[in-house]
């Protein structure tokens, strides 16, 4: 919950996270959400878009109840056409470097994910692979969003 939330929060001030490239347009939105997946009860993988809120109390009990639920129905909860999606991908028995895919007109959302944080000697780290797509952003404000996401991390208080 905590890294989605950070990712939220580092994409909500960047203006180029609420349009989406889709079927030849440039789609614009008023709401941001982020996509994770969840294992459900019958352990298959199901998506989960969840509000993004400034409010992180507020943001973790939709986070909570919606992954919830759909753990439990075993059904997609996905917000639609009023949410601008950051999809997220948690692999945590992984150590991945990067996670590459080819854009199709399917999957044109920014998609961050992360897997096994790794222990150095002076310091743990935790790899991102971030992709997004060209219309949407360019490597300015893809770079601001990284650094915006280190930021929350690194200030996050709990």
């Not at 890294?3 to 030849?24: D, K, N, V």
């Not at 989960?48 to 939709?62: A, G, H, K, M, T």
């Not at 991945?96 to 743990?124: C, H, Q």
Request: hydrophobic share 40%.
């Amino acid at each position: 919950m905590l890294m989605c939330w950070c990712i939220g929060h580092a994409a909500s001030p960047i203006a180029e996270f609420y349009t989406l490239p889709a079927g030849g347009h440039l789609w614009q939105y008023d709401s941001l959400a982020v996509n994770t997946v969840v294992m459900t009860s019958k352990g298959e993988p199901h998506l989960c878009d969840i509000p993004f809120s400034e409010d992180i109390q507020r943001f973790n009990e939709d986070y909570l109840r919606l992954t919830r639920q759909v753990s439990d129905t075993n059904e997609d909860y996905l917000l639609g056409e009023q949410y601008m999606a950051i999809d997220t991908s948690a692999l945590p028995e992984c150590e991945i470097d990067a996670v590459v895919s080819v854009y199709s007109e399917m999957f044109t959302n920014p998609f961050l994910a992360w897997g096994k944080y790794r222990r150095g000697l002076f310091k743990t780290s935790l790899p991102v692979s971030f992709q997004f797509h060209h219309a949407q952003m360019d490597g300015f404000e893809a770079a601001r969003f990284l650094n915006g996401l280190q930021e929350a991390i690194n200030t996050l208080v709990i």
